[in-house]
């Protein structure tokens, strides 16, 4: 298995972008992520944090029909990550596993090492160099 990470993917209103929302998906089609756990987190104008699943939206209905195990994401993550959302807005929650780096992990791991640790560099910091 390749490394796994939790994604919290904010958007500016209570409603998914489906042009987004397709963008991202495209990329577990393509076999790039293999999504594993998702939610969409709700913060409404009212300040109430709301958490659906997958199925009662129909642009990402079907996409964990797969999913064999418990549900990795939460009540205390959903919390959290509303922590990062402005009111009136809304979040794709997602747990997905890096496919295209799954033969490097598995050497790494086959050699006794492990992935130490991981830093999201902020698209601001990117773009300014």
Known sequence: MGPAEFIVLAFPEEQLRV???????????AGVVR????????????????????????????????REAAPLI??????????????????????????WAEDAAVAVRAAGGRIAGAVRLPVERLEAS
Not at 21 to 26: D, H, K, P
Not at 38 to 66: M, N, P, Y
């Open 19 to 29: 042009a987004a929302v397709e963008a991202v998906m495209g990329l577990r089609k």
């Open 35 to 66: 999504l594993i756990d998702g939610l969409v987190a709700t913060k409404t104008a009212a300040g109430e944090v709301l958490a659906a699943e997958f199925d009662e939206f129909v642009e990402l209905r079907g996409l964990l029909a797969h």
């Open 74 to 99: 939460g009540p205390e993550d959903v919390r959290e990550s509303a922590g990062l959302l402005e009111r009136g807005s809304c979040a794709l929650l997602l747990v997905v596993e890096h496919v």
